[in-house]
């Protein structure tokens, strides 16, 4: 009986995956264990182990596929004597989640969008892209501070050698010292872009994280419709009640963002409508539980580890769930799981430490919303007519307004705002 | 297609001539070749052949005086110069008709004949043998008429007592003493093979160096151990006149701050460069380009005739047999449309001087090195620091290498010493990949070897030399 394959749930909360390479191709045989295809979600991409033993009878789902439902059929397994006539009635059954290959993601700490995972389908060798060049070329690249990847090589099986490195560098003058004022007569369609006192600069590759982290905030900055709602909290009955609490027990010690993290939870359990999603295709997405992303700042990036059903726990488990989180996102090699920063359905960003007074963060898709918390100050406001003092702190709010409309969103806020202002409210 | 039509010509039956032949012929084109006297040229029948053969039984010849040194003795030593000759004659005429063997094993039709361009696209043939003059025609016609002696206005090669290379190297008897004008390869080859029989030998250089295009460094040490040997170097010289008196030539020679030295030789050997064969060809009827007695061609040797090309020793310098070889190469797979024809690199040809000391060098020396205003590290090498050089006894020699300081480049090796002809293709090997200084130093030479002074000298330029 044919065997289905079938787009696997990375984590509890993966809902689609790209297909990112498959590793076999159609008519290879597969045994137990080996490597079918690359599942890649937004932060972290893995490998799918078959279970079964037969022959990779079709891929359905092909390399580069995004956005496939979990559990969506990607490709069909035949038993030993089966045709391909017998495909369409595929049994069911999920690729092995390749615990080795999770655990090797963990520790370089990174995913390989799929941009970046070479579609193998018309080159002879299934190796990763190398660049060839001569070692005196490698070199002569690098004093230039060249990328390699964008020289063409004159050389032996388009080896990149020095003459190539020589005329990279002299286009390059070449192009700062144009005299622009002379128009160029050229029959070519293509005009060149010309720079002229193009300042130094030193080029460098970035990590794989980096080149996710550019990828989906750019996407987000494009796809998603932001607007931004400001609102500006009094904080010192917060910071009171903070101090009272920590010196109760040593046990925990509480933080302003700890604070703030619950506080998000039971708005979002007040107004529920901010704690969705805009999917594709028109459809509005409600979670059933409040999971928060908290965003953390590493070496090399950021992440945003996920305190899972926020709304049911307090200060103290907040306290310490993020405190660990946060301590194993700054190990090296990154010490989370990709169910530890995946998912989430809202986002809070803190740069209150840094002084900044208050910032609009960017969303994370497919969040509807993200929080940026500004530095609590002492600044002077305005109290029954008179000038006074409180120490203030700023919470903008970006948000998709696919999702939640400028109402809600401000509803959201002022309900935030009263349980950040009345702490107390936050035992309720 | 006809008989007398074919898809290559090529006029010239030396290593570039031939080479091209072959290489079209593996090709899949129908190929013609046309020598008027033996396959081989001059690197076969009157160069680099006879002459190394010549040379090794001088070498051998040398080595009978220090047989003592080895722990061997011998006595009534004779030295038969017929046989000498006649070996290299051997040699040549083996290598000779290996040519033709090759030349009927790639189904190449070959004529004895003398060609000239005479129309677009064709050459008239005329027969050594008194045949009657055939015509055939290609679209692609390939020079390779080679070289000859340059001579001098003064001094005119008779055969007798005024030689040139050929001459030289088809002598009757020891003479007993005499003149090289020219201090280049072809010259020092000769005193060394001379000197080694015994003669008197003395060299006059136009130039302040001996061995002019070598670096300084080395004309400097191959000058030290020829004139330990006895060979007179005269250097900004030059001969004014010669005249030739009752079988012996007596020589003016007149140097360049004005002193004057009057030599009495029995031959006097004209060894001051060559000219391209380019008369007599038909050149004149066509587009095609000369200077300086050579043809001019661009990196494809094509020259400013279409359809029309030159290689090897006709066209500009250096004049080299693997040059006219590579030439011949790239020139016929840029022909056939082939993408990886790759033209010849100049700093990428070796040249070797199979004196005694050998010499071997490629690239730049390091005048030019600094003159093109590179920053140059160098790292030299001794053969007396070397372990198997003490123990075959040749402890006389240098490996020198010139590196960019900024991108570690190998610019230029420069070696003397016994045995470098055969070790300077590493330098090439490493030079044509690009090499820089790193990937030299962590190549793995076995030793006890010669070759180990390549990496020594390497390390040396960067102040890691081990031995020394």
Request: proline residues 4%; aromatic residues 4%.
């Amino acid at each position: 009986m044919p065997i289905n394959i079938l787009m696997p749930a990375l984590s509890p909360t993966m809902t689609e995956g790209n297909v990112a390479n498959w590793l076999k191709n159609e008519g290879d045989s597969i045994s137990p264990g080996d490597l079918l295809c690359e599942i890649e979600t937004d932060k972290a991409t893995m490998e799918v182990e078959s279970v079964d033993e037969g022959i990779l009878g079709k891929i359905v789902i092909p390399t580069g596929t995004e956005n496939v439902e979990v559990n969506t059929v990607i490709g069909i397994i035949l038993e030993e004597g089966e045709e391909a006539s017998d495909l369409g009635l595929g049994k069911t059954t999920e690729g092995k989640k390749d615990e080795h290959s999770e655990k090797k993601l963990n520790q370089e700490k990174t995913s390989i969008p799929s941009e970046l995972v070479t579609t193998n389908n018309n080159r002879d060798d299934n190796m990763v892209e190398r660049i060839l060049a001569s070692p005196l070329a490698k070199r002569m690249a690098k004093q230039a501070n060249l990328d390699l990847a964008n020289i063409s090589g004159s050389g032996p099986n388009g080896r990149i050698v020095k003459k190539d490195i020589e005329r990279a560098i002299s286009d390059n003058l070449t192009l700062q010292t144009l005299d622009v004022t002379k128009p160029e007569h050229t029959d070519d369609h293509d005009v060149p872009v010309l720079e002229y006192n193009t300042p130094q600069y030193q080029d460098t590759k970035v990590s794989n994280m980096r080149k996710v982290i550019a990828s989906r905030l750019q996407e987000s900055k494009q796809q998603v419709p932001h607007f931004y709602l400001t609102i500006d909290c009094e904080v010192d009955e917060l910071l009171k009640t903070r101090k009272e609490l920590n010196l109760l027990s040593e046990n925990y010690n509480l933080s302003v963002n700890d604070f703030i993290i619950r506080a998000c939870a039971i708005a979002l359990r007040k107004v529920p409508e901010c704690n969705a999603s805009w999917i594709n295709g028109g459809v509005y997405r409600q979670y059933s539980t409040i999971d928060i992303s908290v965003a953390v700042s590493i070496e090399d990036g950021l992440i945003t580890p996920v305190i899972k059903n926020a709304d049911n726990l307090g200060l103290e488990n907040i306290s310490k769930t993020i405190s660990n989180l946060a301590k194993r996102a700054r190990e090296k090699p990154m010490g989370l799981s990709p169910e530890e920063y995946q998912g989430g359905s809202f986002s809070i960003s803190n740069l209150g430490m840094f002084g900044i007074k208050e910032f609009k963060a960017i969303i994370n898709p497919p969040q509807a919303m993200i929080l940026a918390v500004g530095e609590a100050s002492q600044r002077p406001i305005v109290k029954d007519g008179a000038l006074a003092v409180a120490t203030v702190m700023s919470c903008s709010l970006s948000v998709d307004h696919r999702v939640v409309d400028g109402a809600t969103a401000a509803n959201f806020l002022e309900v935030l705002k009263n349980l950040i202002e009345e702490p107390l409210t936050m035992l309720l | 297609m006809p008989d007398d039509s074919f898809d290559i010509i090529v006029v010239g039956g030396g290593p570039g001539g031939y080479v091209a032949a072959i290489r079209a012929a593996q090709l899949g084109l129908k190929t013609a070749i046309i020598e008027k006297e033996s396959l081989g040229g001059v690197c076969l029948n009157w160069g680099c052949i006879p002459t190394k053969t010549l040379l090794r039984s001088a070498e051998i010849r040398h080595s009978l005086e220090r047989l003592d040194e080895f722990g061997i003795s011998a006595t009534n030593i004779k030295i038969d110069l017929e046989k000498i000759v006649a070996r290299s004659r051997a040699v040549a005429n083996q290598l000779s008709n290996g040519i033709k063997h090759l030349m009927k094993k790639n189904k190449i039709t070959v004529f004895n004949a003398h060609a000239k361009i005479s129309g677009k696209n064709t050459l008239t043939m005329n027969f050594n043998d008194g045949n009657k003059d055939q015509i055939i025609s290609s679209p692609n016609i390939i020079l390779a008429t080679g070289a000859r002696p340059k001579e001098l206005p003064n001094i005119k090669p008779d055969g007798k007592n005024v030689w040139t290379y050929k001459h030289a190297m088809l002598p009757k008897k020891i003479p007993s003493s005499i003149l090289i004008v020219g201090s280049g390869a072809i010259g020092m080859e000769f005193a060394s093979f001379y000197r080694d029989l015994g003669t008197d030998v003395t060299v006059v250089e136009l130039l302040e160096q001996i061995l002019p295009a070598e670096d300084r460094d080395i004309s400097d040490f191959a000058a030290k151990i020829f004139e330990k040997e006895g060979i007179k170097l005269l250097v900004n010289s030059q001969v004014n006149t010669i005249e030739i008196k009752k079988n012996k030539v007596h020589a003016n020679i007149e140097s360049n701050n004005g002193g004057n030295i009057h030599k009495v030789i029995d031959h006097v050997i004209l060894a001051v460069g060559i000219v391209g064969n380019v008369e007599n060809l038909g050149l004149e009827n066509t587009k095609v380009l000369t200077e300086n007695g050579h043809i001019i061609t661009n990196e494809f040797s094509s020259t400013a005739e279409t359809g029309i090309y030159a290689i090897g020793d006709v066209t500009a310098p250096p004049w080299l047999a693997h040059k006219a070889s590579h030439e011949a190469v790239a020139c016929v797979e840029n022909i056939a449309g082939l993408k990886k024809a790759h033209p010849v690199e100049k700093d990428s040809i070796p040249a070797c001087t199979y004196c005694r000391p050998q010499i071997a060098s490629i690239g730049l020396t390091e005048a030019a090195a600094i003159n093109l205003g590179h920053k140059i590290r160098i790292g030299k090498f001794p053969f007396s620091g070397n372990g198997k050089a003490l123990s075959i006894g040749e402890t006389k020699g240098l490996v020198k290498t010139i590196f960019d300081k900024d991108t570690g480049e190998l610019l230029g090796a420069h070696m003397i010493g016994a045995e470098v002809t055969e070790l300077i293709h590493g330098f090439a090997i490493a030079k044509n990949l690009e090499t820089t200084e790193t990937e030299l130093m962590q190549t793995i030479f076995p030793h006890p070897t010669l070759s180990e002074m390549i990496h020594e000298s390497v390390l040396d330029a960067y102040d890691q030399v081990i031995h020394m």
